[in-house]
């Protein structure tokens, strides 16, 4: 299974939840991991590959994110390695390591773009959460504490990344509701009914009373 998301839209706290209630592993920053270790380079040099940093992203990680930029924003100290593999061959890795995984089964994979990695898959679940970038600005000034303009520019810089992100490794210049099996709006869904929905699309059940709306 892959959730992709906006950042603001509620996956990491959702995928959480769906990985708990289904049993499976949750990989997110794994998948870099992987690649830096077949590279042999240090995790920073992939996942510069892998996102362009902006200024706002920048400020956000000083402020410490709590996972709604972490499909987008780099972990740790950039680390420049004296051996470090060109940028095509470090996407392959990014795409192998997504691929590995997806075969051997049992796993929620967050952001990384992995629905598109593995659109031609019959048996993965492909997840979009999204919401307006109101709401989403709106969550993330609250669980960074910054202020609405600072959260503004961070959704749109997120937003571009995203973009960006998508359009370089897959070739794919505009998202679409069709690339993915199911997409939900959390705009009015807190995570667990979110999490709900994608663990009743992938016919399990979530063993857990539902709280809030």
């Known amino acids: 299974m892959c959730i992709s998301s ?5 996956a990491p706290e959702a995928a959480q939840l769906v990985a708990g209630w289904l049993g499976f592993r949750l990989i997110d920053e794994d998948i870099v991991t992987r690649a830096a270790v077949e590279a042999d380079v240090d995790e920073g040099v992939v996942a510069d590959v892998e996102r362009r940093k902006s200024r706002v ?3 956000i990680e ?3 994110s709590t996972g709604l930029g972490a499909g987008y924003v780099v972990p740790g100290p950039d680390i420049i390695s004296s051996r470090e593999p060109a ?3 470090l996407r392959a890795l990014i795409r192998s390591a997504i691929e590995d995984t997806a075969a051997t089964g049992s796993a ?3 952001s990384h773009a992995a629905s598109l990695a593995l659109a031609e898959r019959e048996d ?3 997840v979009l959460l999204t919401a307006p970038p109101q709401i989403r600005e709106q969550r993330l000034a609250a669980t960074l504490g910054v202020d609405e303009k600072a959260a503004a520019q961070a959704v ?4 571009a990344a995203r973009g960006d992100y998508i359009k370089r490794f897959y070739g794919i210049g505009a998202e679409l509701p069709t690339h993915y099996d199911l997409v939900i709006n959390t705009d009015k869904l807190t995570p667990e009914r979110a999490a709900r929905l994608i663990v009743h699309a992938a016919g399990g059940s ?3 009373p539902a709280t809030g709306a």
Do not use: C
Not at 156 to 159: F, G, T
């Open 206 to 208: 979530a063993d857990a």
């Open 124 to 126: 993965v679940l492909r």
């Open 57 to 59: 992203v920048r400020l």
């Open 87 to 89: 940028s095509d061959e």
């Open 108 to 110: 929620v994979i967050v």
């Open 156 to 159: 749109k810089r997120s937003d």
């Open 6 to 10: 906006q950042d603001g839209a509620g």
């Open 62 to 64: 000083g402020l410490g």
